[in-house]
């Protein structure tokens, strides 16, 4: 079952995210073996890019992967590697590997998939094993590229899915699929705001399809949110900090 923590504002909630990613960064570090997280895309993330960049000195083996990126030039605003590499890459920071986007969302899938399957070790299912996926949430409740009722949920023994009707523009995307974001050894949704409440009720209330991040709850899931995107949920259930 998916742990829940709850910060009182939303910058506790982005600190604690960033605080999470640091441990996991740490953990594989001193274990002496490149570690391989997956990042969010968004608006939310933005702060907890900037406390990471704050929190890690050495980036020795660390290697970032988008969670998903809309097909748009890396430094087109709208893209999820323009992001992380403003806030990560202007120290001396993390390989972050950028999805080729040049091409249709298809082309831009494979290549990705290819890439993780070179470099990410496979856990004992055969699916690429992520140190850590962090991800957003959606008011919809989609993560990553993983949009409600979608085609691509139903999509097995890939590592990557094109999305041509994303509901959230841009509208072609690539996502990894849940085979990945469910293998991963931990995952970490971060959601702030009013605005997220419903979704975070969602999340868990059951898997439902209808909200693709409630598809992860059964697994290695850290919850972080602040308060009120803890407004709909039993007070027994989340904890605050
Ligand atoms: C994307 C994201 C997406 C995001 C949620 C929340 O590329 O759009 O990966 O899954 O995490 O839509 O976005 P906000 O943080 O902007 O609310």
Known sequence: MAQVTVTDTPPEATDLAAERMAETIATGQ???RPVHLSVAGGATPRATYERLATLV???????????DERLVPPDDPESNYRLVAETLLERTGPV????????SAEEAASAYAREIRERVPAG??????LDLA?????????TASLFPNAAA???RGEVCVAVHDSPKPPPDRVSLTLDVLRAARRSVI???GDAKASAVAGVLSGPNPGVPASLLADGPLELIIDRAAARELPVNVARAT
Request: charged share 20%; proline share 7%.
């Open 30 to 32: 001193s274990q002496g």
């Open 57 to 67: 000195d050495d980036w020795q083996g660390v290697e970032l992967w988008l969670g």
């Open 96 to 103: 972050v590997h950028a999805v080729p986007t040049e091409g």
């Open 124 to 129: 004992p299912d055969g699916v690429p094993e």
């Open 134 to 142: 962090f991800l957003g949430l959606g008011e919809d409740g989609h």
């Open 153 to 155: 949920l139903d999509v």
């Open 190 to 192: 971060l959601a702030v």
